[in-house]
């Protein structure tokens, strides 16, 4: 059974850096699949944020590329998502996801707020 599981302070201040951490069991992050983070905010649906492929090639929304980086610890099987310079428009529910037959393994969600 594959897992998921996001990890990551739930509350960070304007313009710092967002850095949350995806752990995955029952498979390997450098197999096939593509190994995705994707946001849901507040009232919208959900957002493509950007992936990490077996080779440890990345691809990135156009909208967030500027700000997004996405790496990998393989020692570890997890992948992490870094936001940096984030503003109260980055407030939503963080997700990571294996994307093999379709988006077919998501992790819980970790709720990302901001404090002044």
């Known amino acids: 059974q594959v897992q998921l599981q996001e990890s990551g302070p739930g509350l960070v201040k304007p313009s710092q850096t967002l850095s949350l951490t995806c752990t995955v069991s029952g498979d390997s992050i450098t197999r096939g699949p593509h190994w995705s983070w994707i946001r849901q905010s507040p009232g919208k649906g959900l957002e493509w944020i950007g992936y990490i492929i077996n080779s440890g090639s990345t691809s990135y929304s156009p909208s967030l590329k500027s700000r997004t980086s996405i790496s990998r610890d393989t020692s570890k099987n997890q992948f992490t998502l870094q936001l940096s310079s984030v503003t109260p428009e980055d407030t939503a529910v963080y997700y990571c996801?294996?994307?093999?037959?379709?988006?077919?393994?998501w992790g819980q969600g970790t709720q990302v707020t901001f404090s002044s």
């Open positions: 996801a294996r994307v093999a037959d379709g988006y077919d393994y």
